[in-house]
Structures are given as structure tokens and as C-alpha cells.
């Protein structure tokens, strides 16, 4: 096994407060380097992770008490290699998760936008989901995924963000045009229901799309945007996948060629198991509980707890302690709900308020789109 014990970076003493530690320079072996740099590292480490706002705050302090800048040698530097081993799991499952909940999207998104084309017969097999997920593979997401430097995919990205605007934009079209003839839900805003957990898992990658029919033009050049947004952030997940198997096996170098091999069993064992799971809901729940809430949660916490010298009444200590129970509890709740209540799997189906049969109270024409439904049974939560 590559691994090898990292060696912390010793750090000069100096006060934890948040500004100082953030912002002061300090030299070390006839070098000065600000500890913002060290923030940057930690950040970068951690981009496939998911990892926000206080828990991001908890890392950068672990980092700074335990003389590390990476979350993997925070990691190994307060539990060992045993802790090292386990985050990388978790980083690696991830993103590669990740990654089948993309192909998946792609699958069923892509389909209904080429169904859409005049005189393509929709059972068309070069139309399927299961095409599809192979063709995008081959042709845009394997050779994207081969570059060694992320750093290249910043026109990529650029790109990606560009159709996430538009998406943005007509998402809100939608709202402005649909929204005051769509009642209110009952019971909309309650707060949780026994759902909510199992909701924390698809939070992030929820394709709100699913809750528009198939005939509306403006939708499917959203849902062609979507797509193609989908295909282009593969590669940043397939990054990181592969940057956890050369750190845990190859001291975190690959030849040009294990570069290749390893980055094409990582996207063939995935594009496999996109191929076989019809049901994105319980991929997203899947991933959420199990591998989120303990990068996101536990992990940081338990790290700052250990480390830190500060009294239990210190404010970081106190939300430490909040937040790692409620992390396991999401964590353990949420997988055994997800196994013994499993959402419904629609398999990009069309919602049931797009069939002629609900055809009742009203016809609203929006270009080429029309939305006839029963007031009292429209619901667009993404989550029903």
C-alpha cells in the first residue's frame, strides 16, 4: 500500500483568534508564508467533499492546533492511519457516487429533450436512457476526465457555469409564469416530516425538471442545459475519486499510464452501476447519509474536539458537540429509512398531472406548453 505517514508542518505558536490565525504571516526555516495559504490548501482538499460554513471553520482550526493543512493529514495527525483510511473511503465514495447520480441524470434528462425531436419514435433505442449514458461516457466524460490537471477544465467550468445561469433564468420564467395559477399546497411549509432526512440526502442534486412536462419547449432547452451542465462537472468528481486511489495506493503519484488505467476502471465501474439503477432517490439518499454526513458533520467535529484545549463552554466546543450527534443520528436514521421506506422510483416518468385525464379546471398556454391539472392534486415538490 502507497500510504505513507504524513509529517505535520509545525507551525509558530501564536493566538487562535479567528482574524490573526486567518491572516498573519510568520517565518519558518528562513521562509515567511501566510497561514491563509494553508486555508487555500485545506479548501482545495477538500472541494469533492461537500464540506460548509462551521465545518469549514472547524477544519482550519484543527488544522492550526494539529500543525497540518490538508484535511487527510488533519485527519491522520488526530486519529492515525486508521482515521486517514476511513476518510478516504468516505472521499472516495463521494464523488464516485456522485458520479452515477450524474450518468443517471443525464440518462433520464437527455432522453425526454430527444424525444422532443419531430418524427423520433420516443421507444427509439438510440434515444434510451441506456444509450445515452454510454454514448456521453465514450464521447464527452472519459476524455475530459483523462486530463491530469483539473486546472484545465477552467473553460469547462466556465461553460458549466454560463448554462446553470441560463437554467437559473428559466426556472424563474417558470415561476413568474405558472406561479399565480398554482394554488398553494397544504401543509407547504411544515417544517419536517418523516421524509425529511431521507431529504437530506437528494437536497443537492435534486433534478428540479421532474416536475415539468415533457411538452413545454422552454423546459427542454432547460432540460438540454441540465444535461449538458451534468456531463461537464462529471469530470471535477472523477478528479477526486482518482486523486484518493493515488494518495491511499501510489503515494499519491500515477504514472502516465496507471493515470489511464485507474481513471478508466473508476468511470467504467460507474457508468456499470448507472447502468443497472433505475432510481436515482435512493443512490442520492445513499450517498447523503452515509458518506456526507460524517465528512460534513462527524469528522470535523470529532477532530476539534480531540485537539482542542479550550474550555467545554467555548462556543466551538459546543457547537462541536452538537453537531457530532446530529450528524450520527442523520447518518443511522437516515440509512435505515432509506432501506425500509425507499422513496418511489419514477424513472423519469411524466408526472401525473401531464396526462390528458387531469384535464379539469383550467388550460394555462405558455409558447408551446400547456398545463391542464386538478388544483386540489398539483404538487411540484421534487421531494413527493
Known sequence: MGYQGQQPVVLPQCDLDDKETLVSEHKHKGKTCRQSAAVFNVVNSIIGSGVIDFSLVLLIKGGALSGTDTYQSLVNKTFGFPGYLLLSILQFFYP????????????????????????????????GRHFIIVLSTVAFTLPLSLYRDVAKLGKISLTSTVLTTLILGIVMTRVISLGPHIPKTEDAWVFAKPSAIQAIGVMSFGDLFENYCRNDDLVTFGRFCYGVTVILTYPIECFVTREVIANVFFGGNLSSVFHIIVTVVIITAATLLSLLIDCLGIVLELSGVLCAAPLIFIIPSACYLKLSEEPRTHSDKIMSCVM?????????VGFVMAVT????CTHGQEMFYCFPDNVSLTSISVSHFQLTTPFSVLNLSIFQ
Open 341 to 344: 421506506n425507499p422513496q418511489d
Open 96 to 127: 464516485f457516487i456522485a458520479m452515477i447520480s450524474y450518468n443517471i441524470i443525464t440518462g433520464d434528462t437527455l432522453s425526454k429533450v430527444f424525444q422532443r425531436i419531430p418524427g423520433v419514435d420516443p421507444e427509439n433505442f438510440f434515444i
Open 324 to 332: 457530532l450527534p446530529i450528524g450520527a443520528v442523520v447518518m443511522v
